[in-house]
Each structure stands twice: as structure tokens, then as C-alpha cells.
């Protein structure tokens, strides 16, 4: 997808919240088919398992195995029509994701030969705060960053200025049954 051509800034970003947040052994279940970033998690000691590319409004149960301490979500749920279904679904107690912000000068990205390639959300980053909250996740850090191009005009101007990606590390929210 890159052609040796990835994203430098977005890829040290999330490598140093990945840091921050995950011990550097830990068994990581990364959604997405393996990618550059997930083979730069493995350099830096994660345990890392991609899924497979299938569907995940279709088939949660990917998620359901006890043996990931963590899952990773970098640039998925944006892609997915029922983002809530996995989020539910997930067994490991941490997750860091990332998504694209939704900005208000650029419509949603929607790839013509790819139909994989495709946002069917771009969200604010209260709604994918209210998202994970209503999935079960208590939000314990967050970052958002730029991504500013070199053109000239005036979207690449807000692009300096306007946060283009939001990342969350999140633990699953402890249940007390009443007795």
C-alpha cells in the first residue's frame, strides 16, 4: 500500500504512545492484515499476530481469543459499519487505536479501485470517545497531531493547524455484578 513511501511522522507518533502505554513483550492482536508498522512493533519486542483481512462487522470472534494482552487498531474502525460489534467483542484488556479525524474542509476518503480502502466513518473525537465508553473502554490517555502536506493552497494551510489523527490507550472497564 505504501511502496516504501510510509508515514514517517504518524508511524514515530504511534510507536512512542505504543511505548508509553504497552510493556514492550506484550501479545499484541493488531486488526489489519500485517503492514510496515506492524513489523516495526515486532523490532521493538511486541508480539505481534495480524488478522487476516476478514471482514470484522461479519466476523468478531477474531477478537474473542484470551491469549492478547492487547489489541491494536491503527486506522481500522473508520472502515468498518459497525465498529461498535468488535469493540464490544474484544477479550484483552488493553487497546491503543488511532483514527482519522473527521475535518470539516475535506470530504470522507473513499478509494475508487478499492472498495476495502473506503471510511465509512470519519469521526469526531467525542464520538469515538462515546463509541469506546458505550463498548465497555475507559479512555486512560490521548493525542492528537497534525499531518501537514507539501502542497500550497488552502487546505494544505489547515492542515498545519487542524488535528488529523486521535489515538486513545484504553483499559476494559472493570464490572461489578450486584449482589
Known amino acids: 500500500m505504501y511502496e516504501n513511501n510510509f508515514p514517517k511522522k504518524r508511524y514515530g507518533i504511534t510507536l512512542d504512545f505504543l511505548k508509553k502505554h504497552i510493556p514492550g513483550n506484550a501479545r499484541i492482536l493488531d486488526l489489519g492484515t500485517p503492514n510496515p508498522f506492524s513489523e516495526i512493533m515486532e523490532k521493538e519486542g511486541f508480539r505481534v499476530t495480524n488478522t487476516t483481512g476478514e471482514d470484522l462487522?461479519?466476523?468478531?470472534?477474531?477478537?474473542?481469543?484470551?491469549?492478547?494482552e492487547v489489541v491494536t487498531a491503527f486506522e481500522i474502525?473508520?472502515?468498518l459499519v459497525a465498529p461498535f460489534n468488535v469493540l464490544n467483542a474484544i477479550k484483552a484488556?488493553?487497546?491503543?487505536?488511532?483514527?482519522?479525524?473527521r475535518l470539516w474542509f475535506s470530504p470522507a476518503y473513499r478509494s475508487k479501485t478499492d472498495m476495502w480502502d473506503r471510511h465509512y466513518h470519519e469521526f469526531e473525537d467525542?464520538?469515538?470517545?462515546?463509541?469506546?465508553?458505550?463498548?465497555?473502554w475507559e479512555i486512560k490517555a490521548r493525542k492528537k497531531w497534525t499531518n501537514p502536506v507539501k502542497k500550497i493552497g488552502l487546505r494544505p494551510l489547515l492542515r498545519y493547524f487542524t488535528p488529523r489523527y486521535y489515538m486513545v490507550y484504553a483499559e476494559r472497564k472493570k464490572t461489578t455484578s450486584a449482589v
Do not use: C, M, R
Open 57 to 68: 462487522d461479519i466476523k468478531v470472534d477474531v477478537v474473542t481469543e484470551d491469549k492478547f
Open 77 to 79: 474502525f473508520e472502515h
Open 93 to 101: 484488556d488493553k487497546l491503543v487505536a488511532s483514527i482519522p479525524l
Open 126 to 136: 467525542w464520538q469515538f470517545d462515546w463509541l469506546l465508553e458505550k463498548a465497555g
